[in-house]
């Protein structure tokens, strides 16, 4: 229900995109023939989707142990931002983590129930901040009670 409700806001264009639709088509079997290791699939999910929608965060974050990310502007920077939609460094290390995950390897990255969960409160807002229409999400209130 979550995938189907943000695949709706998210794919707005009517121009096929054969890539695209593998990776979404590729995603969705994984899924469906995984027995164990996926609790992080949603949020793999979602930041790699951002790759085919032109919304896609750095990857190249630099090393400095106080590093911010700024969610509005996409980018690392060394002061906390002026605005509201930053990430600060504890917060912004973890992105790095989430931005090197893949189906294969994710089950290597341990998270918590509330690291899980706040990470995906920032990924909808990173959607949020970049694609206008986006909104938010009202399969996310329900994914917040069944794993309260």
């Known amino acids: 229900m979550f995938v189907a409700e943000f695949l709706t806001k998210v794919l707005r264009e ?3 995109d054969p890539l695209l639709y593998s990776y979404i088509e590729q995603s969705l079997l994984w899924l469906d023939t995984s027995t164990s290791q996926y609790s992080n699939f949603h949020l ?3 930041m790699r989707m951002t790759h085919f929608i032109g919304i896609e965060p750095p990857s190249n974050a ?5 590093c911010y990310f700024d969610l509005m502007g996409s980018e690392y920077t060394d002061n906390q931002p002026l605005h509201q939609h930053f990430l600060p460094p504890e917060e912004t290390r973890r992105l790095r983590y989430i931005l090197h995950m893949n189906y294969d390897n994710m089950h ?3 998270l918590s129930h509330n690291q899980r969960r706040r990470i995906l409160e920032i990924i909808n807002t990173y959607y949020s ?3 206008p229409s986006f ?3 009202k399969s996310l209130e329900v994914l917040r009670d069944i794993f309260a």
């Open 62 to 66: 630099p090393s400095t142990p106080l």
């Open 129 to 131: 901040l970049h694609l």
């Open 108 to 110: 290597l990255y341990p």
């Open 14 to 16: 009517e121009t096929p």
């Open 135 to 137: 909104g938010e999400l």
């Open 44 to 46: 793999v999910f979602l």
